[in-house]
Structures are given as structure tokens and as C-alpha cells.
């Protein structure tokens, strides 16, 4: 055994980056699974449920990816692959380490460890990126890429990574000028049928559909789903708050069944100037009918949300429920505990294009 | 339970396991052990899932006068000590706590009842809870008459309610159908959730995934490959500070006769239609009817009892049970429990089912082992100095939730030796999340009335059924056989497997 990989044995399962050359990836990681499964100290278990390759644009990125990785993996133990791509560097260079991320598992001392593979392309080399991902890829389990930048800036890199994966990650809250971008997202989406998409950014309004379904729990307010007429959404200021609280319009007019040009003089938007302490950027939405209002709102001063029901003969005390936290790890985690195929992302987002063309026009 | 999505369209989609409607959880006896120790870090934990509804309450119904206040401080303490999510996050706390009163009231009293339903009529109007109703027996099993009749007689036993209670259910057939009729007079059989804490382990519920979820077993699954099968459920522990019940109970009534007769349904039961809790218990059912009888006079070939002795664990000495704190001397009360049962159906004919459980044996452990027959010994007879290692699966249920094969494989170097190797599943570490506590999902599913990991009364009374002919074989039996504390049992046991040419494995 080389002198130099038993070295690293330490280092790389205490989290520390291993360079290495890219044709000797697999191997020199199927070295240091070997030692530290006949090492007496390092008492460590390697576990993957899937590949996660996770695609990024800036080196902030890529460090966001590893710490999200480094969280996520005590749960939902992965081989990572963070890809670093830089097309406008000056040199063509394609560097790679490895390093793993290992937990304590639950019950005896051992460690449960995952590793990840960076791969940090530049200049022309980022065209040889999708090539030195795919025999990187365990097989038999399925694939997610998780892009922290807009995939759409990439298509060559999306469409060769798509081919192998089951599951794409984006947020269009990173998205710059995401609204103008939801009619291509949808065309990428439908091009790419093979694979289920999901939008972290749908993810965070999660807690805000919750809400609002609650509300109409009750046999009396079920009732008057029928009957609701118009909504209107209060927004703040953080990163595609206002895109969230578009996507949330087109969700009720989805299920409501309203059409477009309908929907457009049903729902109001309304931005206002605060932060965003949900995680979400929805402030405050009132759905009306002629004769209930069912209100979901941030309270102020706390991590918290309350829905308030004013109707005849319908429970109208405020309900509370503390926020979802709506970090990168937890959208992750709840999207991989679910492992769903969410078929009415597509449909709201259809919707909503809609709904932002009929607006315009 | 009806589809909500079917008339709440802004269900759709939402990733939680299934839809819970605001509901009010009554716990009679919530001032006691159980309530703190288990039922409120579970319903925390729930909350901190995000799975529990908005419009949650819980009324604590218990003789003791207290404040709500006071109440949920205890809680709040309760949490603390308990969740698995720590430190608390008070929004959530906050936002449960909303939710949670108490009420001082006597089990006997129809006007403290009375109370309890104008109470549950203002949260039905606060909180959104439209009448469902979850009424959770935290209180020792010699108060359950009296608090059902009660409400009873308060009209609390609406179909939109549902009643949690906890085991003992029953002591004998006699006592079980007396408690069955008892329940069953104030709420209809769909409305009864009787738990057994052993079936909302996580492994317990992959048994079914393993067995219907994966082509390779199912095939295998029967008298044809299957030699036999060993479930052991081994305690280090003695009977502790619960001599005095304990004696009242014994092995086979506190562990066999629930628990272990539980994971033999699930290990033996043909595959279900449908994952309807119906349609699964019926399954169950059909299994224990098939378990053939056993004969009174016969009861000493299909069962051994044994009674641990003062010992050494873990270098320690220990005491035996004849001299644990209210244990009477005289104590012909079983701690150790070997049986063999045989299900007379297509699929089990002629594989004896192995049971084996007790307190005081050198591990904790639980599983079920499935041992397959011998491969025909044509082929490397010749190079083998021992005959081949059959193949066994193993469910282990603790410690170390998993599974294993074991199979056979050629050691490396130019001879054919053969080895026997294991391949192993450990949940800890393929999947990193920690299980919830089996609490966390019978309280939810009990919740969203789901009734599938509970005990229907007709399976309760079948499995008294078949330990009855042992409770009384065992009256007039001799003593039960001694052991001493740190061993795996009476000598006895040993030879009662043996003598069918098999042995007992080491968990």
C-alpha cells in the first residue's frame, strides 16, 4: 500500500481535502475505504442511498455545497460529487480531491461516513466535466443534480447531466431575473421529461400551502371553497420573495380552477419593504369569498405564522405554527425524505407564465 | 377515514405522510409516568416534524387539581427531558402549548365528564376540531371500565372519536373478551386502537416492505426452503422495581403473548391486498387461527418455562428473582419462556416456529432468524470437512436495527474452502436518520386513524387463545425450571431444541 494513502487515511476521514488525480479517483478512494475498514482506531462505515452531484458557478457556491453536504449526509447518506465549473477562466485546468463527511451513528461509537469528489473545471476544460462524472457515478442508485446556479446559463452541461440523472435541484430564488425565466424553465422541464424536477424554492412555500389548507380543514370552511373569490398576496424583499408569492398565486388559481385571464383579476400582488424572516417572503395573504376571509400571516416579532378565519359559525381564533426552517440542508432533507414526483409543480408553474403573460398583456 | 384532498384541493402535493385534521387528544391519567415520560416528547417530536395540524389540542384529564398553566410547565419540562430534538424550539412549543388545558376530574364522576364535553365543544369552536376526537388511556388497566363507561354515559363515544388503550388487554381469553365486550359496548371495534409499542418500530414495519417489497424472499418464504424459524426477544434486565406486577404477569403474558406473537403474524402472514389496516389485520388473524393448538397434557413438549437464579452480569452479581423486591418466595411466576409453535397452513407446514424470550440473559437483544434447509450436499461434500453452513436471514430489532444474510463463500487461495460470511444491513448506517420513537408513530397514526399497526380485538383473543392451553398446562406443572442470571436460559431449554436436531442461535 502506497506510504501516502495511508497517510491520508487520517486526514480524509476528519473531513480534509485529498488531492488527487481524476483518472485515479475510484481508485484511490476504494484505497482508503479499504484501510480504514481494516484500521483498528478509525472504526468507520461507508453508506450511499444515491449520487448527488451538486453544479456550481462560484467558489462561494461550492463551499455552500459542501457545508449543505456535510449536513445533509447524517441523514441522507450519498456519494457527493461538487462540481466546480468556470468557463471564463483564462487556464484549462481540471483539478479533483476527495474528502469524506463522517456522523456518529445512533447506538456504539462508529462512525457512518460518505465521501465527496470535487472537481474543479476551468477555461475549456469544463467540456470534459460531464465525461469525468460519469463513471463516477455509483450505480444502481439513482442520481440527483442539484444546481446552486441557473442551469439554464449551461445548456450543453444540463442536457449531458440530465442523461443520467432521476432528479434535478435548483432554487429560482438565485435565479436573476427568474420570473422572465419561467417560460424556458418549463420548456427545459418538458425536454427533459425523464427526470422529476424540483424547485427549492416551491419547497420553502410549502409551509404556506400548509397553512392555507388547514384552513379549510373543517367540513364549514371545505365549504366555501367553491365560493372564494379573489386573494390577495402581501410580499417582502428577500431573494425571489417576489417570484414565490407569483408561484403561490398560480398554486390557488390551480386548484381553484381558475383560468389565467380569470385568475389575473382575482389575485393582487402587493410588495412591501421588510425582511424576510421566514425564509419564504410571503408576508400576509387574505383569500376571500362574499362571506368568509380566510387570513394566513407572519406574526410580527415572531418565528411564526397564524391563520384567521372570519366567517359565521366558523372557528375564528388565530391558529399558530412556528416556521419551517428553509436553509439549502433542510429544503434538501425534505425533498429527500419525500422523494416524490410532484406533478403539480409543473402545472402551477404553467400557470403562472400564464398568469405573468396575461398580466402583462 | 375519508380523502381530504377530495374536498380540500389545497391538499394536493403537500409532502406529509398522510393529512392529520385538527384533533383534540383527551389523556385520562395525564399526570402519570407515561404521559411525560412518553406520550408529550412524542407529540413535540411531531410537532417539530411539522406533522401535527394547526388546530391540535390536548386535555389532560387526571384527579389531581392543577392549573393549566401548572400543566403545561410540567409538560414543558417533560419535553425538555424527552424530545429527541434538542435544544426545544420554542415557536413550536409555543404554538403547541397554545393548545393544551387541563381538567381535574374524577374517572367515576358524570358531572367532571360533563365537564370534559363542554370543554371539548369550546375547542371544537377554538380550534377548528370538528368533534375528532382521540381519548388516550394513560392510566393503570383497572381504570379503563370506569372511565369508558363514563364516557359513555356522557355521549363522548361519537363515531368521529377514537379510543388509544394500552396493553395489558386481557390476562386470559376470559379477561380478554370481558375487556373486549367492556369496549366494545361504548365504541364500535373501528374506534378501538389498542397498541403495542412493539409495532411502531421501525423495523418491525420493514418486515413487510422486506417480505412484499423485494422479489428474492417472497419465493423462498415457505416450507420448502424454510427449515425453521427462531425469534428471540433476550432482557438483561430483572423485573426492577416492577416485581409486584411482574408476578402477576410473567414472561409469556408480558412479552409472548402481544409482542412476539405480533412479529410472528407479521413474519408468517400470506401477502395482503392492500395496505388497509382491514385487510392486514385480517391477514394477522388468519395466521393465528391457523396456529395449531396445543394440547393440554402435551404442553411440556411445546413449551419450557424457567426462572432466573441469582448470577453475575456484566461482573456484576445479581440478585434472583425469588429474592427481587415484592416477589413472593413461594413464586412459581415464570421470567424465561421457550416455545414451539407450528402454523398448519399451506405456506408453514411442518416448520416449527421457535419463540424464546426472558429477563436476566447475557444480551439484549431481539430478532428473527430465518434458517433455510441445507443446500443438497452433492457438489463440495468431497472438499468439505463440515457439512455447509445453512443460509439464515436475520431481522434484528435491537439493539442495532438491521438486516443480515448469512451465505456461504469460497476463501481466497487455490484450495475450495468454504466459508460462511454475512452480509449486513444496519439502518443506523445506510440511512443517517435517527428512527422516530415508536410512540412518534402510533400517536400519529392514532391521530390520522390509521389503524393498521394496532391490535384488533379478535386478534388479541386468538392469541390468548393459544397461550391459555400453557397458563393452564403450567398450574399444575411442576416449578419452573431455574437459571442462573447471565445465562441463556434453563438447561432444559437447550435440550428442548436439540432433541428436534436444531440449536439455539446466539443473538
Redesign the interface.
Known amino acids: 500500500m502506497a506510504p501516502t494513502v495511508t497517510n491520508s487515511l487520517e486526514s480524509f476521514a476528519a473531513g480534509a481535502e485529498t488531492a488527487v488525480d481524476v483518472a485515479q479517483i475510484e481508485r484511490q478512494l476504494a484505497e482508503l475505504w479499504q484501510l480504514a475498514a481494516e484500521s483498528d482506531t478509525a472504526a468507520v462505515t461507508r453508506a450511499c442511498l444515491f449520487n448527488l452531484v451538486a453544479i456550481c458557478d462560484t467558489e462561494a457556491a461550492r463551499d455552500r455545497a459542501t457545508e449543505t453536504i456535510r449536513i445533509v449526509t447524517s441523514r441522507h447518506p450519498c456519494r457527493a460529487i461538487v462540481l466546480l465549473a468556470q468557463p471564463a477562466a483564462t487556464t484549462d485546468e481540471l483539478a479533483a480531491s476527495i474528502t469524506a463527511h463522517c456522523h456518529l451513528a445512533g447506538g456504539g461509537g462508529k462512525q457512518v461516513c460518505c465521501e465527496q469528489i470535487s472537481i474543479h473545471a476551468t477555461g475549456r476544460s469544463v467540456a470534459q466535466l460531464a465525461g469525468a462524472v460519469l463513471p463516477l457515478l455509483e450505480s444502481d442508485l439513482p442520481t440527483i443534480n442539484w444546481w446552486l446556479g441557473d442551469f439554464l446559463e449551461t445548456p450543453l452541461l444540463f442536457r449531458r447531466l440530465c442523461g443520467v440523472a432521476d432528479r434535478v435541484f435548483f432554487d429560482t430564488s438565485t435565479w436573476p431575473a427568474a420570473p422572465a425565466r419561467l417560460v424556458q424553465l418549463a420548456a427545459a422541464m418538458n425536454e427533459q421529461r425523464q427526470c422529476v424536477f424540483c424547485d427549492l424554492s416551491w419547497t420553502r412555500l410549502e409551509f404556506w400551502r400548509r397553512m392555507t389548507a388547514e384552513m379549510f380543514d373543517p367540513p364549514e370552511c371545505a365549504a366555501e371553497v367553491s365560493r372564494l373569490q379573489s386573494a390577495e398576496i402581501i410580499y417582502g424583499d428577500g431573494p425571489g420573495a417576489q417570484l414565490r408569492a407569483r408561484l403561490y398565486g398560480g398554486w390557488l388559481a390551480t386548484q381553484l380552477g381558475w383560468s389565467a385571464p380569470d385568475a389575473v383579476a382575482r389575485l393582487t400582488f402587493e410588495q412591501r419593504e421588510e425582511p424576510d424572516t421566514s425564509g419564504c417572503g410571503i408576508t400576509m395573504v387574505t383569500i376571500r369569498s362574499a362571506a368568509a376571509q380566510f387570513i394566513v400571516r407572519k406574526n410580527y416579532g415572531e418565528q411564526v405564522a397564524s391563520t384567521v378565519v372570519h366567517m359565521p359559525d366558523a372557528c375564528g381564533l388565530p391558529r399558530k405554527r412556528a416556521f419551517w426552517p428553509t436553509d439549502d440542508a433542510a429544503l434538501l432533507s425534505q425533498e429527500l425524505d419525500a422523494m416524490r414526483r410532484d406533478s403539480l409543480y409543473a402545472r402551477v408553474l404553467a400557470l403562472t407564465v400564464e398568469l405573468t403573460a396575461a398580466a402583462r398583456s | 377515514m375519508e380523502n ?1 384532498t377530495a ?10 405522510r398522510r ?1 392529520a ?2 384533533c383534540a387528544l383527551v389523556i385520562f391519567g395525564a399526570t402519570g409516568d407515561l404521559t411525560g415520560r412518553k406520550l408529550l416528547p412524542a407529540i413535540y417530536n411531531l410537532a417539530h416534524e ?1 406533522l401535527l ?3 391540535f389540542a390536548i386535555i389532560g384529564f387526571a384527579r389531581r387539581a392543577k392549573s393549566t398553566e401548572q400543566f403545561r410547565a410540567e409538560l414543558r419540562e417533560a419535553v425538555v427531558a424527552g424530545s429527541r430534538f434538542q435544544p426545544i ?1 420554542e ?2 412549543w ?2 403547541l402549548a ?1 393548545g393544551i388545558y387541563y381538567l381535574p376530574g374524577d374517572y367515576k364522576n358524570p358531572a367532571d365528564f360533563a365537564t370534559l364535553d363542554q370543554l371539548l365543544q369550546v375547542v ?5 376540531t ?1 368533534g375528532n376526537r382521540l381519548f388516550y388511556m394513560a392510566t393503570p388497566p383497572g381504570q379503563f371500565a370506569e372511565i369508558i363507561s363514563s364516557l359513555g354515559a356522557a355521549g363522548l363515544n361519537r363515531p368521529t372519536s377514537r379510543l388509544v388503550i394500552e396493553k395489558p388487554f386481557g390476562r386470559s381469553l376470559e379477561t380478554a373478551r370481558e375487556l373486549n365486550r367492556s369496549l366494545t359496548q361504548v365504541f364500535a371495534e373501528s374506534q378501538i386502537y389498542r397498541i403495542d409499542h412493539y409495532l411502531g418500530k421501525e423495523t418491525v414495519q420493514n418486515i413487510l416492505v422486506l417480505r412484499f417489497a423485494n422479489e428474492i424472499f417472497e419465493h423462498l418464504w415457505n416450507q420448502k426452503y424454510v427449515d425453521h424459524v427462531q425469534m428471540t426477544v433476550a432482557e438483561t434486565l430483572g423485573v426492577e422495581a416492577r416485581g409486584g406486577y411482574y408476578d402477576q404477569s410473567g414472561a409469556l403474558r408480558d412479552m409472548v403473548q402481544n409482542h412476539m406473537m405480533q412479529l410472528l403474524a407479521l413474519v408468517a402472514m400470506e401477502p395482503p391486498t392492500s395496505l388497509e389496516a382491514e385487510v392486514i389485520r385480517d391477514e394477522k388473524v388468519k395466521v393465528l387461527r391457523a396456529i395449531r393448538p396445543i394440547p393440554l397434557e402435551q404442553v411440556s413438549q411445546f413449551a419450557v418455562r424457567g426462572q432466573y437464579m441469582r448470577g453475575s452480569q456484566a461482573g456484576k452479581l445479581v440478585p434472583g428473582y425469588l429474592e427481587e423486591k415484592d416477589v413472593p418466595a413461594s413464586s412459581r411466576t415464570e421470567t424465561f419462556v421457550a416455545m414451539k409453535l407450528f402454523i398448519d397452513n399451506w405456506r408453514w407446514a411442518g416448520v416449527p416456529f421457535y419463540l424464546r424470550h426472558g429477563k436476566r440473559l447475557p444480551k439484549r437483544a431481539a430478532e428473527i432468524a430465518i434458517q433455510f434447509k441445507s443446500p443438497p450436499a452433492v457438489l463440495f461434500a468431497a472438499e468439505c470437512a463440515a457439512p455447509l453452513e445453512t443460509n439464515v436471514l436475520v431481522i434484528r430489532l435491537q ?2 436495527e438491521g438486516i443480515s444474510i448469512r451465505m456461504n463463500a469460497k476463501v481466497p487461495g487455490n484450495a475450495v474452502n468454504i466459508q460462511p460470511v454475512k452480509m449486513e444491513f ?1 439502518y ?7 428512527s422516530p420513537d415508536a410512540y412518534e408513530r402510533l400517536l400519529y397514526d392514532a391521530i390520522t386513524a390509521d389503524s393498521t399497526l394496532f391490535i384488533r380485538g379478535d386478534e388479541a383473543e386468538r392469541s390468548w387463545q393459544i397461550m391459555d392451553s400453557l397458563l393452564t398446562g403450567w398450574q399444575t406443572a411442576p416449578k419452573p425450571f431455574d437459571y442462573e442470571a447471565g445465562t441463556w436460559g434453563p438447561a432444559e431449554a437447550e435440550a428442548f431444541i436439540t432433541q428436534d436436531g436444531r440449536q439455539w442461535r446466539r443473538p
Do not use: K
Open positions: 381530504i374536498t380540500n384541493p389545497f391538499r394536493e402535493g403537500l409532502t406529509t393529512v385534521e385538527p411539522g395540524p394547526a388546530g424550539n415557536a413550536v409555543n404554538a397554545q371544537d369552536r377554538e380550534r377548528g370538528a439493539p442495532d444496519r443506523g448506517g445506510s440511512f443517517g436518520a435517527r
